[in-house]
DNA sequence: GATGAATGAGGATTCATTCAT
DNA sequence: CATGAATGAATCCTCATTCAT
């Protein structure tokens, strides 16, 4: 399947995707249209066939590179070896935004996925993988010491990443809206709320 | 909206509102064809829009549908003074039952739309009467002293609302598989259950 | 199959299938397209889907219909009795034109057919039932102490037959090209050969 | 048009030739694609145009091809001195194999063109040149003073073109499905019933 | 010569909606 | 009330043909 996005030249490709991942976030897959997706795409309906054969085999391609993308690359990127619960959330949500400046539709695309199908390729993703990394993102070799004993860490942790996720999704529909977003400004205001939650949550010695 | 239901014959109401829950909510909204929804409530396709109008206003009137069943009669029909946890859960399973035996598809259509839709008139229920109900339910009036003091409530309380929930939400999928349903064996099985959660919650003098 | 065209109004009936036995007759099953037939039957693209449901449901229904009239009809209405070759021929060739005159393209559609197909409804009547007719035609209960002994009898009645046949299927060309034809010249031909014919193949006493 | 042909590397040319050839015959004119031909004659899509300029024009070059092959070189290779008709008739069907070895749709595509074609180059040699092929198979510089007088010679000459024919047309079927076949065990075998037919055809002197 | 990406008109089919009866 | 025939725009998809490389 990535067969197909490889042989596109690049210039299109990003052009096909990210109508596509648009146009099946938003109508979910029988209510969008393969015109309306070349329209916006700017080429021809039949080239659309020719690299992707039907709606379907576009679709499949759709999730296999979202799964690639959000999943896959996302864990393999991760710097594992960080055990700095802030530092290590920024990470995650910093691929995060670079994905979304590439492809901003793919995170809305994944959640409109999880709702059409039952069992499929991205599920497994969704199921699976998908919990496992933010699992893993909040517990595997994080320094837990640092945290006040007094305190739930596993709570603490959540309230550290929806804080941060917050920034980072509205973030996302920036990029979506206006079609650029102030990527420093996002990660000052997130430092500034990660002060105060280092007060909070870290033993006195490590704010 | 009502009034269109009020004045549709009641040999043909249920037949007609049945069929269009089904249809949306196996295929969504715009996946649904009209067609499918005359065919199986064996009425005529003028009749459907004469008394609706529209495929849109259709789906409006079962949300509000929807909405007054689920939520708003739902909640006047509980008996608020009824202070133990598990009569008061049973009881609202008990009208949740006896919704779907009219309406097999109902559930299953809330659920849909909640993936659908972004804002909309059962949104208001969804986001904002449903988590009150579930929260009133579990908490309004009830009787905590009953309580271990030892054990979080709150988790025992969503323990005791899961389990009879996993019985009746099984209940209502035989409804829709079998057209019938053995009512007094699942509410034996369900107070079995609540001896053993009873047992575990409870104070002893409680059991 | 029957029933499709029973329910069209007869207004609509033979527009529509004169439309398609003239397209599917001129252009093969594949290289019709659906469009022309209801451009020249002047209704609407749905409509047709609406009364055959498909391009092959319609096929199917046009082979029926052919299969009909071309050879089951005109089996029954054939008088057996009639035992004179010049008359019993005579009677399947008016029988043709009539057709002919409702269905102008319905003889070229049976051959388009018969190229078309290895195994099917029609093939049954062309393989078995159409040689069948043409056989009894010239054999069944035909008088044959008329002819001259001298004579190959079967070779005399082909060229009856094809005499007569060469007549009718022009007189058909005639019905597609100018839409009208002048029957009586027709049989007034016709007859003028079957004296001919009589002088050559009778004896003396029956011409 | 040959000059197209004779342009084509030897290495491509029956490659593109035979794969037309099949489609053409398989599927008719217009329903054959060109992009089945191109993947099963393993070249591009352009080279195809490069070389025939349009779908069109392939077919009239496929037309002439197998009029040129199958009508008028089979006629200038026939040794028309030999005027015993068995050996007459096997020097035809040797001369067909030997086509259909190189071609093997050729002579499946000839009939599939009399079938959708009015008018056409090709149907110049259908309707006279191969009716004359055929007869002048039978009848020209034929010793028919080997016939047994008694017999009617013409339906004879039949029964033994048919005979062989019979079994050619199945051996170039087997070249069809398997690719190849025992061309010795099939002229035994004709040779076989040669024997017999003389028994029953010819005069006692010439068995 | 040779490629195959690119085009876009045209294919069959569906479906919400209307309206004469 | 009730019907279902009738519409036609929109659906996904195919395919002969072109052309830059």
Redesign the interface.
């Known amino acids: 399947m990535n067969d197909i996005i490889k042989n596109i030249p690049e210039s299109k490709r990003d052009r096909i995707l990210n109508s596509a991942f648009e146009e099946f976030s938003r109508?979910?897959f029988?209510?969008t249209s393969t015109n309306n997706i070349v329209v916006n795409a700017d080429i021809s309906k039949g080239l659309l066939y020719h690299y992707f054969g039907s709606k379907d085999k576009l679709y499949e391609v759709l999730k296999e590179l979202a799964a690639e993308l959000a999943f896959r690359d996302t864990v393999d990127e991760i710097n594992w070896n960080e055990s700095d619960i802030y530092r290590r959330v920024k990470q995650y949500y910093k691929i995060k935004i670079r994905i979304a400046k590439q492809y901003p539709y793919l995170f809305r695309f994944i959640d409109s996925v999880r709702?059409e199908m039952g069992e499929s390729a991205l599920d497994e993703y969704i199921s699976t993988i998908s919990p496992a990394l933010y699992k893993n993102l909040l517990t595997y070799n994080v320094d837990f010491t640092k945290f006040d004993d007094s305190i739930d860490i596993r709570k603490s942790v959540n309230i550290i990443q929806w804080t941060i996720e917050r920034y980072v999704d509205k973030a996302i529909e920036d990029i979506i809206h206006f079609d650029i977003i102030d990527e420093d400004k996002i990660w000052q205001q997130v430092d500034a709320y990660i002060v105060i939650l280092k007060h909070a949550f870290y033993k006195k010695g490590y704010v």
């Open positions: 109508y979910g029988s209510n709702y």
